[in-house]
C-alpha cells in the first residue's frame, strides 16, 4: 500500500503565515504522507508527529517514543477536533470554544475512525493549538496530526535545533521550524470532559 497520499493544495484562509512558511509546510506535510515523522514547533513544547493516516509513520513515532500509545491528536479547526467526537455534550463544546485555540488539550469519547495509536480506553487526547503554522501543517495533513512531545522515554523533551535531532539521525526526523515561533518549555493543560464535568489531568 503507498503511504504517499495525494498532496492538499494550499489554502490562504485561516492561517497568517508567509509563503515561504506555507511552502515549508507543504514540503513537511508531504514528508508525513509519505511516512516520515518530523519535529515540528506547537504553542508549547516541541513536538514530534506523523500522519494519521500513514501506517509507517505511526510505526516509525512508535520506535521513536518507545510506546505504543496513546498519542497527541492536532487538529487544524475546532469544527475537525469535535467531529471526532462520539457526541458533543455542551460541556465538550464550551470547553472547546474557551480554549481552542490555545493550550489545553482535551479528552473525551471518540468515533473508532482512527488508528488505535489515537485511542486510550475508546477517549481521545485532542488540541486545536495556539502555533498557527501546527494548525496549518495540520490542515495539509488532512486536518490532524498524530503527535507527543519531542523526547524519548525517560527523557527531556528537546528543543528545535538541528544539533539536538543529530542525535536520532537513525530516526530519518524532518524538521519543519519556523520564523515567528517562539519555543516554550510549559506543556498543556490537559482536561477530561465528559457530560457531567471537564476534570484536570494536568
Known amino acids: 500500500m503507498n503511504n504517499c497520499l495525494p498532496t492538499v493544495a494550499l489554502k ?45 509513520g505511526i510505526r516509525h513515532l512508535q520506535r521513536f517514543k518507545q510506546r505504543k500509545q496513546p498519542f497527541l491528536l492536532l487538529a487544524d479547526s ?3 477536533a469535535l467531529a471526532q467526537a462520539r457526541y458533543i455534550p455542551s460541556r465538550l463544546r464550551h470547553m472547546a470554544k474557551k480554549h481552542w485555540a490555545g493550550s489545553v488539550t482535551l479528552v473525551f469519547p471518540a468515533k473508532p475512525k482512527l488508528h488505535a ?12 493549538d495556539a502555533d498557527a503554522s501546527c494548525r496549518y ?14 523526547n524519548r522515554k525517560g527523557k527531556s523533551a528537546l528543543g528545535m535545533q538541528r544539533a ?6 537513525r530516526h530519518h526526523i524532518r524538521r519543519f521550524a519556523t520564523a515567528a515561533h517562539q519555543h516554550d518549555t510549559q506543556a498543556s493543560r490537559i482536561y477530561q470532559v465528559s457530560t457531567q464535568k471537564a476534570q484536570r489531568l494536568r
Open 78 to 80: 475546532t469544527r475537525t
Open 137 to 150: 501543517l495540520a490542515k495539509q495533513v488532512g486536518g490532524l496530526l498524530l503527535s507527543s512531545s519531542l
Open 164 to 169: 539536538h535531532l543529530r542525535h536520532y539521525q
Open 12 to 56: 490562504p484562509r485561516r492561517f497568517s503565515l508567509k509563503i515561504k512558511e506555507k511552502i515549508a509546510a507543504w514540503r513537511a506535510a508531504r514528508a508525513l504522507k509519505c511516512g516520515r515523522i518530523l519535529a515540528h514547533p506547537t504553542g508549547t513544547v516541541a513536538g514530534i508527529a506523523a500522519a494519521p493516516q500513514s501506517l509507517q
Open 117 to 128: 495509536a489515537c485511542y486510550a480506553r475508546g477517549k481521545i487526547a485532542v488540541r486545536v
